[in-house]
C-alpha cells in the first residue's frame, strides 16, 4: 500500500509554471507507476500524465504534451509535474495516482491509490 500527497499548486497567472510534487510514503515505491489527473469543477477526472516505474515509459494528454513535464526520483519516493505555459483551461484540482506497473497508465479506474489534490489556479 501506498500513501501520496499533492503539493506544489497555488495561483499563477497564464503563462507561467508551477512544479507540482506527489510524495509517497509505503513500500516499493518504485514498483509502482504514477499518474497525474485533474478535476475542474463540474467535469470528470481526466489524464494528464503518466510515468512508469523506472521513468522510461511516460505518456501525456496530447493538451499538455509540450508544456509539461513529468519526472519521478525513486531515490525521493517522489513524482513530479512541470507544468510551463500554463492556460486558463489549466486551472484544476490536480492528483496523483499509484498503480502497481512497470509502465505508465493513463486512465482513472486503472489506479488504485489516489492522494487528496491540490488546487491549481490560473488568472488571466
Known amino acids: 500500500q501506498v500513501q501520496l500527497v499533492e503539493s506544489g499548486g497555488g495561483l499563477v497567472q497564464t503563462g507561467g509554471s508551477l512544479r507540482l510534487s506527489c510524495a509517497a510514503s509505503g513500500r516499493a515505491f518504485s514498483s509502482y507507476a504514477i499518474g497525474w489527473f485533474r478535476q475542474a469543477p463540474g467535469k470528470e477526472r481526466d489524464f494528464v500524465a503518466a510515468i512508469g516505474w523506472s521513468g522510461s515509459s511516460t505518456y501525456y494528454t496530447d493538451y499538455v504534451k509540450v508544456r509539461f513535464t513529468i519526472s519521478r526520483d525513486n531515490a525521493k519516493n517522489t513524482v513530479y509535474l512541470q507544468m510551463n505555459s500554463l492556460k486558463l483551461e489549466d486551472a484544476a484540482v490536480y492528483y496523483c495516482?499509484?498503480?502497481?506497473?512497470?509502465?505508465?497508465?493513463?486512465?482513472?479506474?486503472?489506479?488504485?491509490?489516489w492522494g487528496q489534490g491540490t488546487p491549481v489556479t490560473v488568472s488571466s
Open positions: 495516482a499509484a498503480v502497481t506497473s512497470l509502465v505508465a497508465r493513463r486512465r482513472v479506474y486503472e489506479y488504485d491509490y
